[in-house]
């Protein structure tokens, strides 16, 4: 029964989770995605600084963590490069409407992030099922702007409005196999939370900082540049205050 609940818990704070951002994103916002790119800017720095690398020191120390997501920004850039070298060996860069890599990276992210609230839903289902569904709801509500953010980066990267659905949903579904994983191997998988969440908050660094902030500065007038800097705080605050609350 128990691990009944973990499968439907963790299926659905994946799915709806997406299903929510998508219905943002790719109705109401999808004329304005490029302009929205500083809100994904901000969404990002604020996960991987304030949420995912403190919860990561929290349980394993600042060295290891920091370690960690050095070798994972590393990774990103070696992911990159080959992304880049594959799409020019095969000529794609003589069309516009080439994906660019920074969309293939947002879901390794997202994926290593839901599998990792996987694992964390799992524990509290162990623990309490009542305790299990509140983290899973909990889930749901943080994910819902950051899964908007990604959607964000993954049309503004070229990709179409069901890819961008189908490749998130399917994303989340790392969300029951973290699930899985915390139910018959609670111990284990706890002990590798830490630096999968350092491995996650390299890939959304790394595409905020190496993708999306060279994006914003094609655009230097001052009024485009105050917008950006309002959106990229909106983008912080966002998951901030989901979080806190």
């Known amino acids: 029964m128990t691990l009944l609940q973990i499968l439907l818990a963790t299926l659905a704070g994946g799915v709806l989770s997406v299903l929510a951002a998508a219905l943002v994103s790719l109705t109401l916002l999808s004329q304005w995605a490029p302009r929205l790119v500083a809100y994904a800017v901000g969404v990002l720095l604020g996960a991987a600084f304030l949420h995912l690398l403190p919860e990561a020191i929290e349980a394993l120390g600042p060295h290891d963590v920091l370690a960690t997501c050095l070798a994972g920004l590393l990774g990103f850039f070696v992911l990159e490069k080959l992304a880049l070298w594959r799409h020019a060996h095969a000529g794609l860069h003589d069309h516009g409407h080439a994906r660019k890599p920074a969309g293939t990276m947002i879901l390794v992210g997202d994926a290593l992030h839901n599998f990792v609230d996987g694992i964390l839903i799992a524990a509290a289902f162990l623990t309490d099922p009542e305790l299990g569904w509140a983290v899973a709801i909990g889930i ?94 909106a983008g912080v605050a966002t998951p901030v205050l989901l979080h806190s609350h």
Request: charged fraction near 15%.
């Open 140 to 233: 749901i509500a943080h994910e819902v702007p950051q899964e908007t953010g990604d959607f964000m980066v993954l049309l503004a990267s070229g990709w179409s409005k069901r890819s961008a659905l189908g490749w998130n949903l399917l994303a989340s579904l790392a969300a029951v196999a973290g699930g899985l994983l915390g139910y018959f191997a609670l111990s284990d998988a706890e002990a590798a939370v830490p630096y999968v969440l350092a491995v996650s908050a390299a890939s959304f660094l790394y595409i905020a900082v190496a993708d999306l902030i060279p994006e914003l500065h094609r655009h230097w007038r001052l009024p485009e540049a105050a917008a950006q800097l309002a959106l990229i705080a």
